[in-house]
């Protein structure tokens, strides 16, 4: 579980000081930042569960019509996307903050559209995957993971902190 972290207050209290980061700061805040999601992108995918077959999505018809794997065939999905659609992925419009979690669009290996409907119990309508093996999968493990990320980030700030503010009196 995740465990609180002390010094994050004074950490900011710090930081908001200094004013705008220079580039060669920001540079290293973000590359120490990226370092850290991958650890969280890391931990999530290796404790996913295994999934061994393709997934087919049919394009929707008529309600009651046909029978069960029958139909038009929309896209098949290949087994382990949902693994390979986590990612770290830097945020617009921000120099230092990165994202880590299911990135959407790309080549059909790695496209994590349906990963809300899988994570949220919704594939199938009426909540059918909620007792699939990957129903709440990916939320879970990243809280678990939440902590240590928060330790390693505190101390890759500080020394990046000691580092700078010297130079910046």
């Known amino acids: 579980m995740g465990g609180k972290v002390d010094g994050i207050k004074e950490l900011e209290r710090k930081l908001s000081k200094l004013g705008d980061f220079p580039k060669e700061m920001q540079r290293e805040l973000r590359d120490s930042n990226r370092r850290i999601a991958r650890i969280g992108a890391k ?4 404790s996913l569960p295994r999934q061994s077959r393709e997934f087919v999505v049919y394009k929707k018809g008529k309600p009651g019509i046909g029978a069960k794997g029958t ?31 299911v990135k959407r669009g790309g080549s059909i290996r790695f496209d994590g559209y349906f990963a809300p409907w899988v ?8 909540r059918r995957s909620v007792g699939s093996k990957f129903y709440d999968s990916i939320t879970p493990r990243l809280e678990r993971v939440r902590g240590r990320m928060q330790r390693i ?8 902190f000691n580092k700078y503010a010297i130079s910046l009196k």
């Open 43 to 46: 931990v999530v995918k290796s």
């Open 71 to 101: 139909g038009e065939v929309e896209r098949t999905i290949p087994a382990g996307t949902l693994k390979r659609s986590i990612r770290v992925w830097n945020v617009r419009r921000s120099k230092i903050n990165v994202h880590m979690g």
């Open 119 to 126: 994570e949220g119990g919704n594939v199938g309508k009426r």
């Open 153 to 160: 980030q505190l101390v890759a700030y500080r020394r990046l």
